[in-house]
């Protein structure tokens, strides 16, 4: 298997390579070569192409990965949605589906999920699905902070939850946490392609963060790298659902913005339309305690990472998103304040609103091809 997923990883890296280019990159012997590339054209996740003219010899037969050859699905689940993409071999999507719900517990999403799944399946070739991939907001497992609050998804890290999972749709299941999975999803659909070290700052119901570090994905020992939303940034602040007080996401988050709107904060803000002149004003209050909290929080992520740029996205919009990123300018003066930067200190992600579910199903993808799950895109 191993082998296996070194070949696979090699042409998925150069896009198209031959046996030969395969031995001379990979190490392995022409022989142990040609039965992995027969394996693997006979389970149809290899492409064989027109062989490569050449003056002499026998004429190289390059191979690529096959689109079709395998499928994953993605799902970002959040307070009032659900959204699931199918992506291909190679990180395409291949389908989408959206599902309203209401703080499900995972009891109650368990149809939707499964019934998701075989909807995808059933419009694919026999056997072709590798897995599933969930990501939905942290922490896991911590006392006191996993199942109260209006960003918590009480019971989805359960490990018999997961199990009822793959037991219904016979498939590995992979968690992660969101922010963890929207810088993947930034990382191979965004502006991070070219990035070794950024930081990826999630703005959903409330704040988390993802980090992508010397060309690997950290999601921390317990998967709850990254919550930067509940490092205190007013020791006698507002009080948070955590039991502190003060809490960085109590300023700048999804859930803070609906308090500035008097709407309850364990209410949807795709519900609520941001360019109505009434909430002009709640959005200007907001923006004035989140930018300060924005700044602190870019500046704790840059003293600790040293990262080329820190990222911004999410599920508020990019105009609102925009706006809070522009008044955080200047930044306060840290470790990244420097002449020589190749990147803005702080920027909007691309990756787009799927960002999350994408970022799920491809750690899904890369699993299945990549020889190191640590190094998932590492040269």
């Not at 109650?108 to 419009?123: I, K, M």
């Not at 911590?142 to 749709?169: F, I």
Request: hydrophobic content about 40%; some cysteine; proline content about 6%.
């Amino acid at each position: 298997m191993h082998n296996r997923r070194v070949v696979l990883e090699a042409i998925r890296q150069a896009g198209r390579l031959t046996r030969a280019d395969l031995t001379r990159l990979t190490s392995l012997t022409a022989q142990t070569i040609s039965n992995i590339v027969a394996e693997l054209i006979a389970e149809s996740m290899l492409t064989s192409h027109a062989p490569e003219k050449t003056a002499r010899g026998q004429p190289p037969i390059p191979l690529s990965i096959n689109p079709d050859g395998g499928f994953s699905v993605g799902f970002h689940v959040e307070q009032h949605q659900v959204l699931a993409v199918l992506l291909d071999l190679k990180g395409h999507t291949r389908g989408r589906r959206v599902h309203a719900v209401s703080y499900p517990s995972f009891a109650e999403a368990l149809p939707l999920l499964a019934g998701t799944v075989e909807t995808f399946r059933a419009n694919l070739p026999p056997d072709r699905l590798l897995g599933i991939g969930i990501a939905l907001p942290g922490p896991f497992g911590v006392e006191g902070m996993s199942a109260v609050g209006p960003t918590s998804m009480p019971g989805w890290d359960d490990a018999d939850s997961l199990a009822r999972l793959r037991e219904l749709t016979r498939l590995p299941v992979l968690l992660e946490n969101d922010a963890t999975a929207a810088a993947m999803g930034e990382r191979l659909y965004g502006i991070a392609g070219a990035l070794r070290d950024f930081a990826y700052l999630f703005f959903g119901h409330g704040l988390g963060s993802g980090f992508y570090l010397d060309n690997r994905l950290y999601s921390g020992h317990w998967r709850n790298a990254g919550e930067i939303g509940h490092v205190i940034v007013r020791p006698d602040g507002k009080p948070c659902y955590c039991g502190k007080q003060g809490c960085l996401e109590r300023y700048v988050s999804g859930a803070s913005l609906l308090e500035h709107l008097g709407i309850g904060a364990d209410q949807s803000l795709n519900d609520v339309d941001l360019a109505h002149p009434g909430h002009a004003a709640g959005i200007e209050r907001w923006l004035a305690e989140a930018v300060p909290a924005l700044r602190h929080a870019v500046n704790v992520l840059e003293s600790m990472l040293d990262p080329e740029t820190v990222l911004v996205g999410g599920t508020l919009s990019d105009d609102i998103l925009r706006r809070l990123i522009d008044a955080a300018f200047p930044l306060y003066p840290s470790v990244s304040a420097r002449a020589d930067r190749g990147h803005e200190r702080l920027r909007l992600g691309t990756a787009g609103p799927d960002c999350v579910a994408l970022g799920a199903a491809a750690l899904v993808v890369l699993a299945e091809l990549s020889p190191d799950y640590q190094a998932l895109l590492k040269a």
